[in-house]
């Protein structure tokens, strides 16, 4: 059974700094790329970042790039988000994907709050 727990969240002040995690289970998490999405009330889903099954490749959403980087440790099945710099608009749920041509995988999320 495929899990991703998300964790991390938190409220952190405009300028902060935050690093959410994603731990997964039930596949074989290094064969895969994953993302982060997140998605702010009335808003669509959006993707954030993207790494390669082996951490060598990596993609940014142009409102993030520069301020966020996206990591894995295969070892521990884990991926995560640094985010730095942190904007009001960066604040939303943050959710982590696996995905293959088959099936895609979401886990429950975790709150990004960006408030003074």
């Known amino acids: 059974q495929v899990r991703l727990v998300e964790s991390g969240g938190g409220l952190v002040e405009p300028g902060g700094s935050l690093r959410v995690s994603c731990v997964a289970s039930?596949?074989?998490?290094?064969?895969?790329?994953m993302k982060w999405y997140r998605q702010a009330p009335g808003k669509e889903r959006e993707l954030v970042a993207t790494?390669?099954?082996?951490?060598?490749?990596?993609m940014y959403a142009d409102s993030v790039k520069g301020r966020f980087t996206i990591s894995r440790d295969n070892a521990r099945n884990t991926v995560y988000l640094q985010m730095n710099s942190l904007k009001p608009e960066d604040a939303a749920r943050y959710y982590c994907?696996?995905?293959?041509?088959?099936?895609?995988?979401w886990g429950g999320g975790t709150q990004v709050t960006v408030s003074s």
């Open positions: 039930g596949f074989t998490f290094s064969s895969y790329a």
């Open positions: 790494i390669s099954s082996r951490g060598g490749s990596t």
């Open positions: 994907n696996a995905q293959s041509v088959s099936w895609s995988y």
